[in-house]
């Protein structure tokens, strides 16, 4: 009955270390959404790295099709906030995020487009993945 707790007893012991890690894996991960971005485990909160949650301010050029226009008052953006991380120095000096330019050219219906936000040198986006949807509104002119 001994002899097979015996043998190849360190090699049992390790399977047995790795099946617990698996499992708290496992069920850290399953508490959270599908596609939920979140901040890696390994990602230290000093006083260097600070997260921030900052504002998304699409940057809308060019000009609707003749007799359309654009209603820059309802342009939408989703999500609308996103979380950065990076040195305080940093962080500190950025209140919102751009978005590269979207270029309305020759519009002449609503649209909605995925549009990255502007990189910034040591900074990380988290919960946009750094792209965001923008809903611009373009209706004919009254």
């Given at each position: 009955?001994?002899?097979?707790l015996?043998?190849n007893f360190w090699?049992k012991?390790?399977?047995?270390?790795?099946a617990?890690?698996?499992?708290?894996y496992?069920a850290e991960?399953s508490?959270?959404m599908?596609g939920?971005?979140?901040l890696?485990?390994?990602?230290?909160y000093?006083?260097?790295?600070v997260?921030?949650?900052?504002?998304i301010v699409p940057v809308?050029v060019g000009?609707?099709?003749?007799?359309?226009?654009?209603?820059?008052d309802n342009?939408?953006?989703?999500?609308?906030?996103t979380f950065i991380?990076?040195?305080k120095?940093?962080?500190?000096k950025?209140?919102?995020l751009?978005?590269?330019?979207?270029d309305?050219?020759?519009?002449?219906?609503?649209?909605?487009?995925?549009a990255p936000?502007?990189?910034?040198?040591g900074?990380?986006f988290?919960g946009?993945?750094g792209?965001?949807?923008?809903?611009?509104?373009?209706e004919k002119?009254?």
């Amino acid at each position: 009955m001994t002899s097979w707790l015996g043998k190849n007893f360190w090699l049992k012991i390790v399977s047995l270390a790795l099946a617990i890690i698996t499992w708290y894996y496992v069920a850290e991960e399953s508490r959270h959404m599908p596609g939920e971005e979140r901040l890696p485990f390994w990602v230290s909160y000093t006083q260097a790295n600070v997260v921030k949650e900052v504002k998304i301010v699409p940057v809308i050029v060019g000009h609707p099709a003749e007799n359309y226009v654009l209603r820059s008052d309802n342009i939408t953006v989703k999500p609308d906030t996103t979380f950065i991380m990076g040195p305080k120095r940093i962080v500190d000096k950025i209140g919102s995020l751009r978005t590269w330019q979207i270029d309305v050219t020759g519009q002449n219906k609503t649209c909605t487009l995925m549009a990255p936000l502007e990189l910034v040198k040591g900074v990380r986006f988290y919960g946009s993945g750094g792209i965001v949807d923008v809903t611009i509104p373009i209706e004919k002119a009254r």
